[in-house]
Structure formats: structure tokens, C-alpha cells
């Protein structure tokens, strides 16, 4: 019985979320914050942390690559690609509007750059802190 509740209560949580994205991907504008928002609720709430999303950026997760090989240390200016050398704008809002503007958009980076650089998906939480950091970074 407090089993089926559980996952009840599991699967009604995940169908929340999936509802959240999609009203997220079909509205396709957000702002920065309000994705940072949608990304704290999905981590249950958790304060999101610019120093521990800061340090994820330029850690090494155990792959050739590190989200700063790309993106820079600190992601204020263009970036170049470690594969290709193709240049790659700033990824820090406050010096690229078109940042974090379009979940699916994100959603769809995240996914990709995850996979290569940790070899998974980021967390809800690890994109809060990610995306919490990226907003201190200002002109
Ligand atoms: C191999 C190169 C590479 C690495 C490593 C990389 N990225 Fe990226 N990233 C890109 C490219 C290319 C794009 C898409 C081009 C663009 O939007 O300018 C992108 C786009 C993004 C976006 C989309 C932002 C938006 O809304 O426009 C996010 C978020 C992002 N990267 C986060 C990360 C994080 C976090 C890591 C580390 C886990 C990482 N990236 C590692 C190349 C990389």
C-alpha cells in the first residue's frame, strides 16, 4: 500500500516536470531567471550555489573535455570549440541576451555537453548552480 502511494506519488512528480518543460518548450521565451527558477524547483527546492556551479565548470569529470575547454574559464567572451576551433559566443547572459531565453533550446546543450563532459546528465540541481553562477558574471 505505501509502496504504491510512493510511486504514485513519484510518477505524479514526473508528470509535473514534464508538464513544467513542455509549457517551457512551447512558450520557447524565458528569461534566465525564471528558467533558473524551473530548474531550483526541480532540484526539490535546493538553494543554488554560483561557487559550486563555478567549480563544475572547470573541473575535469573524468573526460577529455571540461565545459571551460569550449566555453572558457570564465564564459564572458567567445569561446572556441575543442574539436572543431569554431568560435562559440558568450554563454554568460549579461553578454549574450540570447542566453537561457529558449528552454529547449538549453535543454537540448545541456543534454549534449553532460553526456560529454560527465558522461550523464546534468542534474536539475547542477544546472541551477551552473546557471546561478553565469548569473553573477557581469560587465
Ligand atoms: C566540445 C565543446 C563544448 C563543451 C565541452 C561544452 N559545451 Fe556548451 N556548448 C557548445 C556549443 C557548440 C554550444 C551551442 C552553440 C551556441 O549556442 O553558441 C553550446 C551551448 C551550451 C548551452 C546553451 C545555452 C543557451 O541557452 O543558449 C549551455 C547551457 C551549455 N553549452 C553548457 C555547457 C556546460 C554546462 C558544459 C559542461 C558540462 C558545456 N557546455 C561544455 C560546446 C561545448
Known amino acids: 500500500m505505501s509502496n504504491s502511494l ?12 514534464v508538464l513544467a518543460m513542455t509549457s ?9 531567471s525564471e528558467l533558473l527558477g524551473a530548474y ?11 561557487s559550486r556551479g563555478q567549480q563544475f565548470f572547470n573541473s575535469s569529470h573524468g573526460h577529455e573535455w571540461r565545459c571551460a575547454s569550449c566555453h572558457g574559464a570564465v564564459p564572458t567572451q ?3 570549440h575543442a574539436g572543431t576551433g569554431k568560435p562559440i559566443a558568450p554563454l554568460a547572459p549579461a ?3 540570447e542566453r537561457f531565453t ?4 538549453t535543454e537540448k546543450w545541456f543534454r549534449r555537453n553532460c553526456n560529454d563532459v560527465v558522461g550523464r546528465e546534468c542534474s536539475a ?11 553573477t558574471l557581469k560587465p
Not at 510512493?6 to 516536470?17: E, F, I, P, Q, T
Open 6 to 17: 510512493l510511486s504514485l506519488s513519484g510518477w505524479y512528480r514526473a508528470l509535473l516536470l
Open 24 to 32: 517551457m518548450a512551447t512558450a520557447n521565451a524565458a528569461l534566465p
Open 40 to 50: 531550483r524547483t526541480q532540484s526539490g527546492n535546493a538553494e543554488p550555489d554560483p
Open 78 to 80: 567567445t569561446g572556441r
Open 95 to 97: 553578454f549574450n541576451p
Open 102 to 105: 529558449d528552454a529547449s533550446k
Open 125 to 135: 540541481a547542477e544546472k541551477a548552480d551552473l546557471l546561478a553562477w553565469l548569473l
